[in-house]
């Protein structure tokens, strides 16, 4: 693909419930983050990739929040009981290792809503 | 803790006119990015500065970046409407062995006819 998709573009859920939103990186692009968007905390880091390294959670708000990503392509972010306070944009990015992760480059992003 | 000020969050301006945003970050850092998002839309790359002096042009818009100051600026040359965005600013250091960024809180910039 060109760039970076996400699905579902759109959630909407009930307080509760577990959703789980996902990332198809640029192909051959080693280096996967997941970022939040929401209106009170702005953006922020939440999880990084880089091949077959442990991942990078230092951002990770709470242990509800996981995620991983299977063979080293599309990633997965698992919200467990949702809040409210997890309504946000949830963005996902790739960068490059033979770019020396000079770039990143964003998805469109999955908006989620908690009921 | 890594930390990023941008100023002003609003800016509100008449087209023709130049304007100057800022960007200071708080401690060591190889990498700056700008970034613009339209409303409801994800984050579209515009620069990315990494050395002392950098300096990049594209259109009507220049960056710079002062390392010994930690400061970036994003210029706007003679504004039209098409530029009414939000731009962000955003730091990493490779040498933290992760490439996450911090971003400032975003600069929502309206360009007035």
């Known amino acids: 693909g060109a760039g970076v998709s996400q699905s579902p573009s759109n959630k909407v859920t009930e307080k509760g419930k577990d959703v789980e939103l996902r990332c198809d990186p640029i192909s051959g692009h080693t280096a996967l983050y997941w970022y939040r968007q929401s209106l009170g905390q702005g953006l922020e880091f939440l999880i990084y990739?880089?091949?077959?390294?442990?991942?990078?959670k230092s951002g990770l708000p709470s242990d509800r929040f996981s995620a991983e990503r299977t063979g080293g392509s599309v990633s997965t972010l698992t919200i467990q009981r949702t809040q409210q306070e997890d309504s946000a944009v949830y963005l996902c990015?790739?960068?490059?290792?033979?770019?020396?992760?000079?770039?990143?480059?964003f998805g469109p992003g999955t908006r989620l809503t908690v009921l | 803790e890594l930390k990023v000020e941008q100023n002003p969050l609003f800016l509100s301006m008449q087209e023709g006119k130049n304007y100057t945003i800022y960007c200071n970050y708080s401690?060591?850092?190889?990498?700056l990015y700008w970034y613009r998002q339209d409303p409801g839309k994800s984050l579209e790359s515009l620069f990315v500065?990494?050395?002392?002096?950098a300096v990049k042009q594209e259109g009507r818009l220049m960056a710079s970046l002062d390392t010994k100051a930690r400061l970036s600026t994003l210029h706007i040359t003679a504004a039209v409407h098409d530029l009414s965005a939000t731009y962000f600013c955003?730091?990493?250091?490779?040498?933290?062995?992760?490439?996450?960024?911090?971003f400032g809180k975003g600069t929502k910039l309206s360009v007035i006819p």
């Open positions: 990739f880089q091949g077959n390294s442990a991942p990078d």
């Open positions: 990015a790739s960068s490059s290792r033979r770019e020396g992760h000079r770039e990143q480059f």
């Open positions: 401690t060591t850092s190889d990498r």
């Open positions: 955003a730091v990493s250091y490779s040498g933290a062995g992760s490439y996450q960024l911090t």
């Open positions: 500065l990494l050395s002392n002096g």
